[in-house]
Structure formats: C-alpha cells, structure tokens
C-alpha cells in the first residue's frame, strides 16, 4: 500500500522481540528444514510430492498447473500481519484466526516481511528478528486450513529501511538487476516450499514493485522457477496507481492493492460513496477483461477517520476517530465491488495486536471490535 505522494508501505511495528531466525532451504521436491522455533527446536518440514506432472516437449517432468487447489468462486479475506517471533506469535494467530471464523471470511493473506538494506541494493533477505519462522508460517498456515480458511501467502520487501533515503519499495533501483532478482528468487521459492508442503491455495509473487515490474523476462523467469516448486495459484499485486504489468498473462489471477481516493464529499453517505467508484470500477473490469483472467484486491481498506475515503492510502488524517465514516467505506466498497472483482482482502489485522485494540479510541485501520468490521461479516455473507 503506498501514496502517489510517497507514503510508506508496509505496516511494522517497533517490539523489541527475541531474534530466533528463519531457515529454510528448497532442494528441488526434497526436504524443507525450518528451524529456530520458539522453543529452539528443529521441525523438518517435508515437501509434499507432486502428484500431477505433464511432460514437456523436452520430457522434462513439470507440473500441471491444472491440478491446482481450487479457490473458493469468492475470495472474502483479510490480512493477517505477521512480524518477529514472540513465544506466544502462534497461539495469537490462532486466538485472532478464531475471531476470523466469528467474522465469515474465508481466506487470509498472511503478510510478513523481508527486507534489504536500501533502495538500490542487492541483498532482499529475512530478518532472524522480524521476519516470523518458517516454523510459525507453517504453524499459521496448518491452523487456517484447519478451520476451513484458505491462505494466501505474501512475502512483502518492508520499507523500514528504505525510508532513511526517502524511498518505499516502490522506487527500487538496484545498481546490479540480476544480482536483486536472483536474490528475490532464492527468498520466495524458500516460502514456495513451504506453501507446497502445506498445501497453501494462493502464493503472491510480489507487491507494488512498480519500478521492476517492466523486467518482464526476469519476473517470467521467476514465475516459471516458481511453479517447478509449488502447484497452488500464483498472483501479483500491483498498486493502484500503475499499470498492471505484462506478466500478469502467466499468472492465475491478477492482484491489485486498491487504494484507490474517493472523490465523494466531506462526510459522505454510503451511496455517494458507491458513486465515487465508480471512477475506479471500469478500470478494474477493463483489467480483468484484458487479461481474461480474474482480478483481486488484495488490500482493501481505510483508516478510522472523518473523511479518511478521499485519500486512503495515507495513515493518517488528523488522529480524530471516526467509526462511523470507516464503516461506511466498508459498507460503499462491498457494494460497489462485490460482483466486479473475484475477491477481496482488507487492510489489517495484526497477530498480536487485535485483541488488545480500543475499537472506540483507535483512529487506525485495524477494524476489528468497530463498526466496520459487522460490513466485512455483511459483504461476505
């Protein structure tokens, strides 16, 4: 999620937590070993075989992307923000996916973070004290599909760092190109592993990189090493203010994080805000009919302010609460969406933070206990 005026992406907050590290490595359809868990144990993480395998015209062994899980007809989510690897991170998970249940969705995308050291390096890697465990992601994962919750899984480059130069990851300029996708790669086929040993339905390749979005060989070559790895569905999410890249015909679906600003008037009524997507649904129905594919918005949302609608892309707009005016953005979205796009994933839910939120006092995006979160219920029913 991002400005055009350059605000910054990802959410993170400061928590101090113990470092324990991520350590996963992918070996062809072999064996995935994740440890540093809370306990400091070891887990092996054993990659699934693939049962569906076609030849190719060179009788190499590749998977049929036919066999994939299949998603539910509607895509009704939320994102679930990971970060660190606090003792208790997995039993939060599953005490908010509870609360997930109680709210009718139907998928989470479960966004945590990588990071590189500024805006033009190389080096995109995990974070032993921020990026969650290959042990919790797993854990997460197995926890959702337990309750009947599909997962999409969305490593996201943070933009902690990058804002010390005043960049977000949506300006990456990398001096070597290669060198940075080689780097990406080895980091998401590592998550590609673990979302083919748990059968996850919707492994997302990328997030608002628009500046490296036009290195359409790099991203087919990396979407290709992908599908070697993992069968599930594949996505990118773009922003809102670009182009969707060329690429997008070698995906499944086509993701856009849709943030788009409202022209609706001060204190809007919900049809006026019905009225002012218009602007942005012929856009979205003139994407998915160019690609011929369905089209996600894979972020969603705005924050707990008056007026918050006309630029929800910043995260803040005076600090003043207001329920009611989130609510009613809730409520114009899913109107004006629902049978435009094939699903829906609203911004945010954190891990450790949800149940411990003053729904009345909170002037941020989170909507749970407030108004807005009884639309999500509403919209997905």
């Known amino acids: 999620m991002l400005a055009a005026a350059m605000i910054t992406g990802i959410r993170t907050r400061s928590s101090g937590r113990r470092p324990t590290g991520l350590v996963a490595v992918l070996a062809g359809f072999s064996v995935l070993t994740a440890c540093g868990t809370a306990a400091n144990s070891t887990k092996q993480i054993r990659l699934t ?4 395998l076609v ?8 998977v049929d992307m036919k066999a994939a899980r299949p998603l ?4 009704g989510g939320v994102i679930v923000y990971a970060d660190g690897n606090d003792p208790g991170l997995l039993s939060d998970a599953q005490r908010l996916l509870d609360h997930l249940v109680a709210v009718r969705v139907n998928m989470v995308a479960l966004a945590f973070p990588l990071y590189q050291t500024s805006w033009t390096s190389t080096d995109v890697h995990s974070d032993p004290a921020k990026t969650p465990s290959a042990a919790f992601i797993q ?12 997962v999409l899984l969305r490593p996201l480059i943070d933009d902690t760092p990058l804002k010390q130069s005043g960049h977000w990851r949506g300006q990456l300029q990398p001096t070597n190109a290669a060198a ?6 080895a980091q998401i086929l590592t998550f590609a592993g673990i979302a083919q040993a748990e059968g996850v339905e919707v492994l997302d390749v990328g997030t608002e990189l628009s500046s490296l979005q036009t290195n359409t060989p790099a991203w087919l070559d990396l979407i290709s090493s992908i599908r070697s790895a993992y069968h599930g569905q594949l996505t990118y999410s773009s922003n809102w203010d670009v182009a969707y890249p060329d ?4 995906l499944d679906f086509a993701s856009v994080d849709a943030f788009y600003p409202l022209s609706g008037p001060g204190n809007a009524s919900v049809a006026q805000l019905v009225s ?4 942005w649904t012929g856009k979205l129905s003139t994407l998915k009919s160019s690609l011929g594919k369905p089209v996600v918005l894979t972020e969603l949302g705005t924050t707990s302010e008056p007026n918050s609608y006309q630029s929800p892309y910043n995260w803040t707009h005076g600090g003043k609460v207001s329920l009611e005016a989130q609510r009613r953005y809730y409520a114009a979205s899913c109107q004006a969406l629902r049978s435009v796009v094939s699903g829906m994933y609203w911004w945010v839910y954190y891990t450790n933070y949800f149940d411990k939120l003053v729904p009345d006092k909170d002037p941020g995006y989170q909507p749970a206990g407030k108004p ?4 999500i219920t509403a919209c997905y029913s």
């Open 55 to 62: 030849a190719s015209p060179s009788g190499t062994p590749v």
């Open 139 to 150: 854990g997460f994962i197995e926890a959702a599909h337990q309750r009947k919750v599909g």
């Open 180 to 185: 940075w996708f080689a780097s990406y790669k």
């Open 49 to 52: 075989p693939v049962a569906h």
């Open 247 to 250: 690429f997008g015909s070698a």
């Open 372 to 375: 807005a979160e009884r639309e």
């Open 276 to 279: 002012a997507w218009g602007q």
């Open 72 to 75: 539910p007809a509607f895509q």
